[in-house]
């Protein structure tokens, strides 16, 4: 496949290979061959092996666990294509590490994810392609073209195959979500209850209180990131005591940190739907209520259309 300005090279790093074969696979062309591995001391080596001078190339790295060592393969991918002549260098990172950081947070706390935007923007990347960023402001902290691509089509199309939707109601875990929430429920065209939570320390949550009537309902919890899956388990526990048929869970990265696939095990949701924009460790694999949807289609499409200066946005009208 080539693209409309030079022949397209879809070069991986080793956070989520077989999501970058898929795609590849997507797209009916090779990964590009190329070595990235680590000397003794952890260092990381990356060596190109095909040529790549004048080519349209797209990284295949997410920045999730570990996010320092993947978001420093990106980096060094990036350095290694530019030195080659890349034409232009388009870093595809499904799970944007480090997008929970987009504020201060209090006094004396960086803005994390404005300094991992700078450090891939300085490194060589001309344009940025990531899904269902944390917080749609991210885009800003960018000074080259960004596009954030969405989820919910995939979760749209998944859910009217196994839901009868008059029975449906789309809920957001927290006040925080609720345009995403509304988003899924306008498309899927079901009510919309929210679960007012309180944070009391990091990783932990109370839920406090459902807004809206959910009695009978099969309920969709609908979110971009679960961690430790504490948000989750709490919510299921409010709905159904305020009366939920069932509850369920779409979330688009399963970050599921620590002991969290257990957690939702032993929980009361019936299902965790995640895409696969994070390599799924083996507990989450293993997990008999969590179920992973694939990408790879939407994120091909995208850079086919990116390679062919279509446009991208036309993927969610």
């Keep these: 496949m080539s693209g409309k300005n030079g022949s397209i090279k879809l070069v991986a790093g080793n956070s989520n290979p077989a999501l970058a074969q898929a795609i590849a696979q997507g797209l009916h062309m090779p990964l590009t061959k190329a070595v990235v591995r680590r000397f003794a001391d952890m260092e990381i080596f990356v060596e190109v092996q095909e040529n790549i001078r004048g080519s349209d190339a797209f990284i295949i790295q997410s920045t999730s666990f570990p996010a320092n060592d993947n978001l420093m393969e990106l980096l060094i991918i990036t350095d290694a294509l530019r030195r080659s002549s890349a034409r232009r260098i388009t870093a595809v990172i499904p799970y944007f590490g480090y997008a929970r950081q987009d504020r201060r947070s209090g006094s004396r706390t960086p803005i994390s994810a404005k300094l991992v935007a700078n450090l891939i923007t300085h490194a060589g990347v001309d344009r940025v392609m990531t899904l269902d960023l944390h917080a749609g402001q991210i885009q800003g902290f960018f000074d080259i073209p960004t596009d954030n691509l969405f989820a919910a089509p995939l979760m749209v199309r998944d859910i009217r195959e196994r839901f009868d939707l008059g029975k449906v109601m789309v809920v957001s875990p927290d006040v925080g979500g609720v345009a995403r929430a509304r988003g899924l429920a306008k498309r899927i065209n079901t009510p919309l209850a929210?679960?007012?939570?309180?944070?009391?320390?990091?990783?932990?949550?109370?839920?406090?209180?459902?807004?809206?009537?959910?009695?009978?309902?099969?309920?969709?919890?609908?979110?971009?990131?679960?961690?430790?899956?504490?948000?989750?388990?709490?919510?299921?526990?409010?709905?159904?005591?305020?009366?939920?048929?069932?509850?369920?869970?779409?979330?688009?990265?399963?970050?599921?940190?620590?002991?969290?696939?257990?957690?939702?095990?032993?929980?009361?949701?019936?299902?965790?739907?995640?895409?696969?924009?994070?390599?799924?460790?083996?507990?989450?694999?293993k997990a008999p209520n969590i179920r992973t949807l694939p990408i790879a289609s939407l994120i091909s499409d995208a850079i086919a259309r990116t390679a062919a200066e279509e446009s991208v946005s036309s993927l969610f009208d």
Excluded: Q
């Design 194 to 285: 929210i679960v007012d939570k309180r944070r009391e320390r990091p990783g932990e949550s109370e839920v406090m209180n459902v807004i809206g009537d959910v009695s009978g309902y099969s309920c969709i919890l609908v979110d971009d990131i679960v961690d430790s899956g504490g948000t989750l388990v709490n919510a299921a526990d409010a709905l159904i005591a305020k009366g939920a048929k069932d509850v369920y869970a779409y979330i688009t990265h399963g970050v599921l940190s620590g002991g969290a696939a257990a957690r939702i095990t032993n929980s009361r949701l019936k299902e965790l739907v995640i895409t696969d924009s994070i390599l799924p460790t083996e507990a989450v694999s």
